[in-house]
C-alpha cells in the first residue's frame, strides 16, 4: 500500500521497459520436432488467469484442463528435409473483439490474464474471444483476420526487448466451470463471407495431406475406421482415431529421444507412428492430424497452454512453461454440431470447432504441484508487480486518485489542497515533495529513514484487520466445510441428470452403486474420452458420493476438478451421442 500510494511522474516507472531480460514464455508459434521437449521441462511461470462472473463480477471457479488458445497451425510442409508446422498467412484486417451478452442459457466469463516477459505479440485466451465490458474502448486487444489469433497493439511483434503485459478479455466456452470441447467457428469472423461453412480454400488447407509421406499412419487410420462398420459420424470417427493414441499401451509421451533408434528417410511423424511411437505433445497432434485429414475430415493443430495449477491464495490459475502444449481442432459443418451443444444464437454461420487431445494423461502426472508456502510466495511476487514494479502514471490515477477524488472524503481533500487548478494527484505528490524538502538536513540516508517508518506505520495499521480476517476464517471454517460436503453431493444429482439423458433412471429401490453398475454397462459401448473411459465415471463419482455422504470426508481441490472434468466429459459424450 505503502509504494501503491507514492505518487507517480508521467516520466517514471518503477522498472525498465524494454531490457532484455530472460524470456519466461514457452510458447512457440511454430512447430519443428526439436525445440519443444527443453522447453516443456522448464518450471519457470507463464502467465497467471483469473476467471470472474462477467455479469456479477465474482470469482469464477474452473474445473478440469483449460486450453488457452494461442495460435493455430495449418500447414505442414518442409524446408531443407525438416518438416514442420505454419500457421494460417492469409490477407485480412485486424478486428476488435465483439461483445456478447450472458443469458440463462450463455455463461460470459471474464479473463483476467497477467503475461510474464515475452517478445511476442500473441496473447492467450480461452476460444470464443469477447470483449469484457470492463475493457471499453480502449481495449488493445485484437483479432488477427489474417494470423487467426488473438494480438496486442500495444506489443508488436519483433519489438526490442522483453515486456510483460496485463490484458482482460471475455468468453463463452465455459459451462458450469468446465471448457466445453465445443466452440463456434468464427474463423471468417465476425462476419462470415459464406453461408453455412467455411471458403472453400480454408477448407481445403484443412485437408491438406501428403500420402506419400504417411503410407503408414493413412494405414492404420483407414483400419480403425473400417472397425466402425460404415459410420458416416464425423465426432466418433474423430474420437476413435484420438482414442488410438489414449486407449493402447503402446505409445509412450516422452521428452528424451537419446535411446529411441530413428529412420532419418522416414518423415518424423511416419516414424512416430509405424516403429518407435514415442513422443511428445507435437508428435501425437501432428498424427492425429494427418490421420484425420486421410479421412476427408478437416483439421488443424493449436499451440498455446493447457491443464495449469490453481493457486488459491491469488485465486487464479498459474501457467509454466512446461504446460504449454499442441492439440487438435476438428471443423464441424452447422449439420454436423450436435443439436444441444449451443444455443441457436451460438452457433454462428460457419459450424463449430470439435477440440481433441490425443497425448496421454502422462503429461499431468510429471507436473510438480506447489505447496502452500509456494502459492503465498507466487502471489506475493504478483502483488508486488500489479502495485508496485508495472504502476504507471495512469494507472495510478485511474485506479487510485480519481476514485478519491470522487468521494465525498475526496471532494473535502480537494478543497483543503487545490489552489488554482492543480489536480489532485498534482497536489499529492507536491505534498511528498514538501516531505523531502523539510527533510533536506537529514541527508539521503535520514530521508529514506523517514519514508522507511512512514511505511512501518502503514503496515502497523494494516495488521490489525488483516488478523481479524484471519480470525474470521477460522470461525467459518466449520461452515466452509459443510458448503463443500453439499457441493459435492450436488455433483451426484447432476450425475444422475446426465445418466437420465440416456434412459438410465435409478428406481426407488436402487442404490447409488447398482445405478454406478447400470450406468457402466450401457457406457462401455462409447468411445473414450481423454485418457480415460467415460464407462468408469460414474462409479468413481459414486465413490466420492459415499466418502462425503457416509464418511463425513471432506475433498480436497485436486478431486473437486476431478469430478467437475469427469462430469464435464461425460456431459460432453451424451452431447454427442
Not at 505454419?86 to 460470459?108: C, F, H, I, M, Q
Not at 479473463?111 to 469484457?132: A, D, Y
Not at 494427418?290 to 475430415?297: A, E, N, P, V
Not at 480436497?556 to 461425460?570: C, S
Request: with cysteine; proline share 5%; glycine share 6%.
Amino acid at each position: 500500500v505503502y509504494f501503491y500510494l507514492i505518487p507517480r511522474t508521467e516520466r517514471t516507472r518503477w522498472k525498465q521497459s524494454g531490457v532484455a531480460v530472460e524470456q519466461t514464455v514457452g510458447f512457440n508459434d511454430t512447430i519443428s520436432f526439436d525445440e519443444m521437449g527443453k522447453i516443456l521441462e522448464s518450471d519457470r511461470l507463464a502467465m497467471r488467469v483469473a476467471f470472474f462472473d462477467e455479469q456479477t463480477n465474482q470469482p469464477y471457479r474452473v474445473f478440469g484442463d483449460i486450453y488457452m488458445f494461442g495460435k493455430p497451425l495449418i500447414r505442414y510442409q518442409e524446408v531443407d528435409d525438416s518438416p514442420f508446422w505454419s500457421g494460417y498467412t492469409r490477407r485480412g484486417r485486424s478486428s476488435r473483439l465483439p461483445y456478447v451478452r450472458g443469458n440463462e442459457d450463455r455463461e460470459v466469463v471474464r479473463l483476467e490474464v497477467s503475461l510474464e516477459p515475452t517478445q511476442r505479440s500473441t496473447r492467450f485466451g480461452i476460444f470464443p474471444f469477447t470483449r469484457s465490458r470492463l475493457t471499453g474502448r480502449l481495449d488493445p486487444l485484437r483479432w488477427s483476420n489474417a494470423k487467426r489469433n488473438l494480438f496486442s497493439i500495444n506489443h508488436p511483434d519483433r519489438q526490442e526487448g522483453y515486456f510483460s503485459d496485463r490484458y482482460t478479455l471475455a468468453t463463452t466456452a465455459l459451462r458450469r466451470g468446465a471448457h466445453s470441447a465445443f466452440s463456434p467457428a468464427f474463423e471468417e469472423w465476425p462476419k462470415a463471407p459464406t453461408e453455412g461453412r467455411l471458403s472453400l480454400g480454408h477448407q481445403a488447407d484443412l485437408l491438406s495431406v501428403d500420402r506419400k509421406k504417411f503410407p503408414g499412419l493413412i494405414a492404420v487410420a483407414d483400419e480403425i475406421v473400417s472397425r466402425l462398420s460404415g459410420d458416416t459420424n464425423v465426432i466418433r470417427i474423430s474420437r476413435a482415431l484420438q482414442d488410438h493414441f489414449l486407449s493402447s499401451d503402446v505409445y509412450t509421451y516422452t521428452l528424451d529421444f537419446s535411446n529411441i533408434k530413428r529412420d532419418e528417410d522416414l518423415d518424423p511423424v511416419e516414424d512416430f507412428v509405424v516403429n518407435h511411437r514415442s513422443g511428445h505433445c507435437e508428435y501425437f497432434a501432428t498424427a492425429l492430424a494427418m490421420m484425420l485429414r486421410s479421412q476427408d475430415i478437416p483439421a488443424r493443430v493449436i499451440v498455446g497452454f493447457c491443464g495449469g495449477e490453481y493457486n488459491p491464495v491469488g485465486k487464479y490459475l498459474q501457467f509454466y512453461e512446461r504446460d504449454a502444449h499442441a492439440w487438435v481442432e476438428v471443423y464441424l459443418e452447422p449439420n454436423e454440431v450436435p443439436s444441444n451443444v449451443f444455443t441457436e444464437q451460438f452457433v454462428g454461420r460457419t459450424g463449430a470447432w470439435y477440440r481433441l487431445d490425443p497425448t496421454p494423461g502422462v503429461i499431468e502426472a510429471a507436473k510438480t504441484r506447489r505447496n502452500q508456502l509456494d502459492q503465498w510466495v507466487d502471489y506475493a511476487q504478483f502483488v508486488w508487480n500489479d502495485y508496485v514494479i508495472d504502476l504507471d502514471h495512469e494507472t495510478q490515477q485511474a485506479a487510485v486518485y480519481d476514485p478519491f477524488a470522487a468521494s465525498e472524503s475526496g471532494q473535502y481533500g480537494r478543497r483543503l489542497l487545490e489552489s488554482g487548478n492543480h489536480s489532485f494527484s498534482a497536489n499529492a505528490r507536491a505534498a511528498v515533495s514538501a516531505v523531502m524538502q523539510s527533510t533536506t538536513k537529514l541527508g539521503a540516508a535520514g530521508q529514506s529513514a523517514v519514508f522507511i517508518v512512514l511505511g512501518i506505520l502503514v503496515v502497523g495499521l494494516l495488521a490489525s484487520p488483516l488478523l481479524l480476517l484471519r480470525w474470521l476464517r477460522r470461525r467459518t471454517a466449520r461452515t466452509k466445510r459443510h458448503s463443500s460436503k453439499r457441493q459435492t453431493i450436488e455433483f451426484y444429482v447432476r450425475l444422475e441428470k446426465v445418466l437420465r439423458r440416456l434412459g438410465i433412471k435409478r428406481a426407488p429401490s436402487q442404490t447409488p452403486l447398482e445405478l454406478a453398475r447400470e450406468a457402466q454397462k450401457r457406457l462401455s459401448q462409447f468411445p473414450q474420452g481423454r485418457g480415460q473411459s467415460v464407462s468408469q465415471i460414474p462409479s468413481r463419482i459414486v465413490g466420492w458420493f459415499y466418502d462425503v455422504r457416509f464418511g463425513e470426508q471432506k475433498l480436497d481441490v485436486a478431486t473437486l476438478q476431478q469430478i467437475e472434468g469427469d462430469l464435464a466429459l461425460l456431459e460432453d459424450v451424451v452431447a454427442a451421442k
